[in-house]
Nanobody, 124 residues
Framework: QVQLVESGGGLVQPGGSLRLSCAASGSALSIFAVGWYRQAPGKQRELVAAITSGGSTNYADFVKGRFTISRDNAKNTVYLQMNSLKPEDTAVYYC??????????????????WGQGTQVTVSS
């Protein structure tokens, strides 16, 4: 079982940037598909971005061109670089890791391990 810890959240002004980290322990994150999700108050958790163990990426339409997901296998960490942040990006951000058989498969949130989340607040 892999354990995940998110970090890097905080308060940022609109137009600013943050980089979130999802650090893993207990297993090599390189063999997992990893996703970033977010949940705003009163809303359901939604997919932000995902990366397969093979390195393919997928983004929600509302973050395309602004957010980038990447992985550093040597550091056992997946990142979410968030640029041009908007107030509507305010949420708790979670990462999930799901071990898939195929390297081009994306994570399944119902089967993955989850971190505790990190708060991102975009406000002036």
């Amino acid at each position: 079982q892999v354990q995940l810890v998110e970090s890097g959240g905080g308060l940022v002004q609109p137009g600013g940037s943050l980089r979130l980290s999802c650090a893993a322990s207990g297993s090599a994150l390189s063999i997992f598909a990893v996703g970033w999700y977010r949940q705003a108050p009163g809303k359901q958790r939604e997919l932000v971005a995902a990366i397969t163990s093979g390195g393919s990426t997928n983004y929600a339409d509302f973050v395309k061109g602004r957010f980038t997901i990447s992985r550093d296998n040597a550091k056992n960490t997946v990142y979410l670089q968030m640029n041009s942040l908007k107030p509507e990006d305010t949420a708790v951000y979670y990462c999930t890791a799901d071990r898939r058989f195929f390297s081009d498969s994306y994570p399944r949130p119902e089967f993955g391990s989850w971190g505790q989340g990190t708060q991102v607040t975009v406000s002036s």
